[in-house]
């Protein structure tokens, strides 16, 4: 192992000891880690913003572009300039209109997103279960798909039905967390199907999390063998 | 004016993005230069709000209060990052390693510690939750998660056993196919909101 | 009609719907929505937070904008106004944290806003109460630990994009004898808050949040909206699997 390696195999080593600390509560070591880990994630970021973003989309075209493309340049880069000019309290109004404009924007790719990349595919998926033609495709098991979709389209109704923000007309007084009739009996059923969705996606994390527990505890074993001249 | 230019360019900004989603053909090139101009507003308030972290901690040190010494760590750390990385650029060697070998170690270990979190949390799941149908559900569909995914038990291809994992496996899809129809209809009256300036966080509204 | 047609007419009715119930909701008998013990539980020990002088946090997320859920960014920036008046000047302070450079410029505006509408005169830019303790989903959980045990904590609302870190900011203000409340948009925070979080939204209950927190004609308006959509997907779904089955779509 060279200095190099056992320097930085040191530092990882010295981390992982300081930031596992917390199991025991918080304390100077883990802050230590913790703040030196800010930093350099600030610091990254920042040379990652200026060198792949701020770079080549507004001053690259600025200083090389054709007239063209520095006269398109003028808008983001007014947009920047009123945007840091908005952090002193005496030009604060002039931050609106570029925050203005990224709210339209995001607002924009949320509702395209929302409905083209998450809704619609998720509604085709639940009715394409019921093709006749998938359910026998693979021969011996209609039964298994067509019970699948049939679940799937109770689950999915069932969870829509839990998140049901009106509550039941009754009296004004009358603090209900009840949903109206018909959508309760089915937000009980999603309430099942959504506590089981959960629970395999805190399976997921739990697996995660603890193969970052292993890896960290390999990690110095491994360093301390190396260090013990073994293999 | 003062008031309605935001409000204008809010609106008029995110309806000829939704028309370049409809008019994908003709409108490409806007949308594709509106949204280059959002990533380095995007870029920039990212800066800016490092600039924030920055001063709180300068704040910190030069009002001495609680936690300075820490706040010059992350001063120090920052500033050798910020200047290392723009003399040596984000390829170098030595500016990869001082970089992956402060954060791999500790992202890992933070996700160390929050595994001890979880499952001593799992503990207490009826305590927390009480004994409902969707706690009930959330118990079984861990449990039969990791059960499969422990890979314990060996099935022959097309036999009941592979058949039974398939459905297991399967069944949790629909509640959460339920939440994403449910975020994307939250998301979209979230953006409609902004588009129709019932909200302006811009104004601070 | 193809999807992306119904994709359209969706927005389309969404947008009719919302716009025509903010004007016609006005002036009439609210809204009538389940209540939520959680929230009514957040706002009690708000209160207590204050007059004990402890510290009031409110999370605002990791992220501006993430793919799988688009809407959570703008969503936080929507219900932060019912979590912040004048009033946070006072004893223990609230703070509002982010880890996202965009929703720091947002919340600033909005913190502003607020407080003027309060005329209180304590308005310096630093000591406006916007933090960012880390610049990526890690590093925020990173740099908030420290400042969660280092200062009392009577209260942590956390609502908007943030993922599985979120756990760990719940058991720090627990430690500190805080109470904790969770909006947790993605699917791996509500899975991970599930088992730690008592007081916690899930899945589209987070988009009840600004309303809740304070019920304006808007507000009501978007669950009414919310709500009347929610029944036509669910119709869409039977009469497309219907279709389906029958060979007609």
């Known amino acids: 192992m060279s200095l190099y390696d056992l320097i930085w195999g040191g530092v990882g080593l010295l981390l992982t000891v300081m930031v596992l600390s917390y199991l025991i509560g918080d304390n100077l070591l883990f802050r230590l880690a913790a703040y030196l880990f800010v930093g350099v994630t600030a610091g990254f970021l920042s040379v990652l913003i200026i060198n792949q973003i701020l770079w080549p989309f507004l001053l690259q075209p600025l200083i090389n572009g054709l007239w063209i493309e520095k006269i398109w340049v003028l808008i983001p880069l007014t947009l920047a300039v009123l945007l840091v000019i908005s952090q002193f309290q005496r030009f604060k109004g002039l931050g609106r209109v570029p925050l203005a404009f990224l709210a339209g924007l995001t607002a924009a790719v949320t509702v395209g997103g929302a409905v083209f990349g998450t809704l619609i595919p998720q509604l085709r998926a639940v009715v394409n279960a019921f093709d006749p033609l998938d359910w026998y495709q693979s021969p011996g098991m209609p039964w298994l798909r067509i019970t699948e979709a049939v679940v799937m389209l109770v689950g999915v109704l069932g969870t829509l039905s839990y998140f049901h923000f009106g509550r039941r007309r009754r009296d004004q007084n009358d603090p209900s967390e009840v949903r109206p009739g018909f959508f309760e009996g089915l937000a009980k059923v999603g309430g099942v199907f959504l506590g089981m969705a959960l629970g395999t996606v805190f399976a997921g994390i739990f697996s995660t999390a603890l193969v970052a527990m292993i890896d960290r505890l390999l990690v110095i074993s491994e360093f301390v063998m190396r260090l013990m001249g073994g293999s | ?205 | 009609m193809t999807w992306t047609q119904i994709g359209w007419i969706i927005i389309g009715l969404a947008a009719v719907l919302l716009a025509g119930l903010n004007v016609l909701i006005r002036g009439r008998k609210p809204y009538q929505v389940r209540e939520n013990p959680a929230l009514k539980r957040l706002q009690d020990h708000r209160v207590v937070a204050v007059e004990r002088g402890k510290g009031r946090q409110v999370i605002l997320g990791d992220s501006f904008w993430s793919h799988a859920y688009p809407g959570l960014g703008l969503h936080a920036l929507s219900a932060l106004p019912g979590l912040v008046s004048p009033e946070d000047k006072g004893e223990g302070g609230q703070v509002v944290s982010t880890g996202s450079g965009a929703l720091v410029l947002f919340a600033r505006e909005i913190v502003q806003g607020r407080y003027q509408d309060g005329f209180s005169p304590d308005l310096q830019d630093r000591k406006l109460p916007v933090s960012l303790p880390g610049p990526t989903a890690l590093s925020f959980t990173a740099g908030l630990l420290p400042e969660l045990s280092m200062h009392t904590i009577g209260s942590l609302a956390m609502f908007g994009s943030f993922g599985m870190g979120a756990p760990l900011w719940a058991e720090a203000a627990y430690i500190k004898g805080g109470q904790v409340f969770a909006a947790a948009g993605s699917i791996t925070a509500q899975a991970a808050l599930f088992l730690t979080v008592r007081d916690l939204l899930i899945g589209e209950e987070v988009f009840m949040l600004p309303g809740l927190l304070a019920p304006t004609a808007p507000n009501q308006a978007a669950w009414l909206t919310e709500d009347i959509l929610r029944v036509a997907l669910m119709l869409l779904l039977i009469v497309a699997a219907t279709l389906k089955m029958a060979g007609l779509l």
């Open chain 2, 1 to 205: 004016m003062k008031k309605i230019l935001p409000i204008i360019i809010a609106c008029a900004t995110g309806l000829t993005i939704l028309a370049g989603y409809f008019f994908q053909d003709r409108l490409a090139p806007i949308l594709g230069l509106l949204i280059n101009w959002g990533i380095v507003l995007v870029g920039l308030a990212g800066l800016i709000g490092i600039a924030y972290l920055v001063r709180m901690h300068i704040f910190r040190i030069a009002h001495r209060q609680k936690g300075g010494f820490y706040s010059v760590i992350v001063l120090l750390a920052f500033l050798f990052t910020l200047i290392a990385g723009l003399i040596l650029t984000p390829q170098n060697a030595f500016y990869r390693d001082w970089v992956l070998n402060i954060q791999t170690p500790v992202e890992a270990s933070l996700l160390a510690v929050l595994s001890v979190t979880l499952l001593y949390a799992s503990l207490y799941l009826v305590r927390t939750r009480g004994w409902t149908p969707m706690s009930v559900g959330f118990l079984v569909g861990a449990l039969v998660s990791l059960i499969l995914n422990l890979a314990v038990f060996q099935f022959q291809p097309g036999s009941r056993g592979e058949v039974w994992a398939l459905v297991l496996r399967r069944l949790p899809l629909a509640g959460l196919r339920g939440i994403l129809i449910g975020m994307a209809l939250g998301g979209l009256i979230v953006g409609l909101r902004v588009l129709l300036a019932v909200d302006r966080p811009y104004e601070g509204e």
